[in-house]
């Protein structure tokens, strides 16, 4: 079984600064994925960021990073040079190599003040 | 770019009603879900099918049925609502998930309320 955590229910930044949103996961899979998801107020979720843990370098898209530590099951993002737009829920979640579920923590909702 | 199309955003429906809950996707995914999200839980998986005809029961199958008789189509079925189904439904599909761990996509939801 999978269990995603995000400990911090709301944050808030303000514009152009950097924000982390945090998150832990437990899963008993050695092969894994985890990832980032964005849901604005339009409720569409979109794919911020992923990671597969077989991998020790920590991803990267523009201003989202993670920093993912395997050992304390660890999978924080970064938000760089915020803006207005990054307002949203983020979700982390979590997948195993060998089933097809998406496990989703409870969310973070990040507002970004001008 | 892969699209996820849930043909109802906001339904309102009465208490005993059957409910149904379309979703298509444009991708050839052979995975297609429903969760379920409400404030304060996150999402929660329903059910989700890996083939046409094929299903799973997800964390909370109770009280709703799918449907997969085509590979773009994922149904959600509500036999008898109920006000605790009152909820925001998200569809998503991905590629055969394997040791590779697809993307998976989501439509924009479906609000449903129930009265």
């Known amino acids: 079984a999978q269990t995603v955590t995000q400990s911090q229910p709301e944050m808030s930044v303000q514009e152009a600064e950097t924000v982390t949103l945090s998150c832990t996961y437990d899963?008993?899979?050695?092969?894994?994925?985890l990832f980032w998801y964005k849901q604005p107020p339009s409720r569409q979720m979109i794919l911020v960021i992923r990671?597969?843990?077989?991998?020790?370098q920590n991803a990267t898209e523009n201003r989202f990073s993670v920093n993912f530590q395997k050992a304390a099951k660890s999978f924080s993002l970064k938000i760089s040079d915020s803006q207005l737009g990054d307002t949203a829920m983020y979700f982390c979640?979590?997948?195993?190599?060998?089933?097809?579920?998406?496990?989703f923590g409870k969310g973070t909702l990040l507002t970004v003040n001008p | 770019d892969v699209k996820v199309t849930q043909s109802s955003r906001y339904l309102v429906k009465r208490t005993g009603e059957k409910v149904f809950l379309e979703c298509v996707q444009d991708?050839?995914?052979?995975?297609m879900f429903w969760y379920r999200q409400d404030p304060g839980l996150g999402l929660r998986l329903i059910y989700f099918?890996?083939?046409?005809?094929?299903?799973e029961k997800g964390d909370i199958p109770e009280g709703y049925s799918v449907s997969r008789e085509k590979k773009e189509r994922f149904s959600l079925i509500l036999e008898s609502a109920s006000t605790n189904q009152t909820s925001m439904y998200l569809c998503?599909?991905?590629?055969?998930?394997?040791?590779?761990?697809?993307?998976?996509?989501f439509g924009e939801g479906s609000w449903l309320t129930v009265v």
């Open positions: 998503a599909s991905s590629l055969w998930a394997g040791p590779s761990g697809n993307t998976i996509y």
């Open positions: 899963t008993s899979e050695n092969n894994y994925y």
């Open positions: 990671q597969e843990a077989y991998k020790q």
């Open positions: 979640a979590s997948l195993g190599g060998s089933n097809y579920k998406l496990t």
């Open positions: 991708m050839d995914h052979e995975n």
């Open positions: 099918s890996y083939d046409v005809k094929m299903k």
